[in-house]
């Protein structure tokens, strides 16, 4: 599902994803595009930039539904979001996909990295839609340098190790993840350097607002 997000996220996606488009009015007012296959995490991911709260239900989006602004505190930022859109992950809104993604100043694509790690069928669907997402891109007036994107691994909590493991060994393996498997495929094809690798869990509120925190603390960092 798409969203309109802090400063830089605008959202986008390909058949069978979901996107979400944010527009914050805080680092330089950027546009956010939240992208990824249903299942990801993104309805998650964008409820906790609008309210602060995990959501522990999921459902499918299946009209555009535009919200009201708020003011959330994350860390040290203080995010103004001017407005929020969240469009449905299907074929038919790909022409609005393709739209969010060439408009936004920040791309965000999350997947489940439990289900990467276990199924073939899945791993190649995602390596599809990061090849849309990653032409999109390149298509953009300015190098794909200065457009960022990121690739989020999400549902970690769902794997046995990293589930029972403390703060400091769930960000091992984290770190780790990337080096095992299907997943420096996964870097490889997202841009390798110019794209940030990132995994974790939307569980809870802290889990939430580590994984947000980075990517937001990232974009600030960049300005």
């Given at each position: 599902?798409?969203?309109?997000?802090?400063?830089?996220?605008?959202?986008?996606?390909?058949?069978?994803?979901?996107?979400?488009?944010?527009?914050?009015?805080?680092?330089?007012?950027?546009?956010?595009?939240?992208?990824?296959?249903?299942?990801?995490?993104?309805?998650t991911?964008?409820?906790?930039?609008?309210?602060?709260?995990?959501?522990?239900?999921c459902e499918?989006?299946?009209?555009?539904?535009?919200?009201?602004?708020?003011?959330?505190?994350?860390?040290?930022?203080?995010?103004?979001?001017?407005?929020?859109?969240?469009?449905?992950?299907?074929?038919?809104?790909?022409?609005?996909?393709?739209?969010?993604?060439?408009?936004?100043?920040?791309?965000?694509?999350?997947?489940?990295?439990?289900?990467?790690?276990?199924?073939?069928?899945?791993?190649?669907?995602?390596?599809?839609?990061?090849?849309?997402?990653?032409d999109?891109?390149?298509?953009?007036?300015?190098?794909?340098?200065?457009?960022?994107?990121?690739?989020?691994g999400?549902?970690?909590?769902?794997?046995?190790?990293?589930?029972?493991?403390?703060?400091?060994?769930?960000?091992?393996?984290?770190?780790?993840?990337?080096?095992?498997?299907?997943?420096?495929?996964?870097?490889?094809?997202?841009?390798?350097g110019?794209?940030?690798?990132?995994?974790?869990?939307?569980?809870?509120?802290?889990?939430?607002?580590?994984m947000?925190?980075?990517?937001i603390?990232?974009?600030?960092?960049?300005?």
């Amino acid at each position: 599902m798409p969203v309109f997000l802090l400063p830089w996220i605008a959202s986008a996606l390909v058949a069978a994803l979901g996107v979400g488009v944010l527009v914050i009015r805080s680092l330089k007012g950027k546009r956010f595009a939240v992208l990824g296959p249903a299942g990801a995490g993104k309805s998650t991911f964008i409820n906790f930039l609008r309210t602060g709260e995990v959501t522990l239900t999921c459902e499918q989006t299946a009209e555009p539904i535009k919200l009201d602004g708020k003011k959330i505190k994350l860390k040290e930022h203080e995010l103004k979001i001017a407005e929020f859109v969240d469009v449905p992950g299907t074929k038919d809104f790909h022409a609005t996909w393709k739209v969010q993604a060439m408009s936004s100043d920040v791309l965000c694509y999350l997947f489940d990295a439990n289900q990467f790690s276990r199924d073939d069928d899945y791993v190649q669907a995602v390596f599809a839609e990061i090849r849309h997402v990653t032409d999109w891109r390149r298509d953009r007036k300015k190098a794909p340098s200065a457009v960022p994107l990121f690739v989020i691994g999400t549902h970690l909590d769902q794997m046995p190790d990293y589930g029972v493991a403390g703060p400091e060994e769930q960000a091992r393996l984290a770190s780790m993840l990337w080096t095992t498997g299907s997943f420096p495929e996964l870097s490889r094809r997202a841009g390798g350097g110019t794209t940030k690798c990132l995994a974790g869990s939307l569980a809870t509120q802290k889990a939430s607002e580590q994984m947000v925190g980075r990517v937001i603390s990232a974009v600030a960092g960049a300005e």
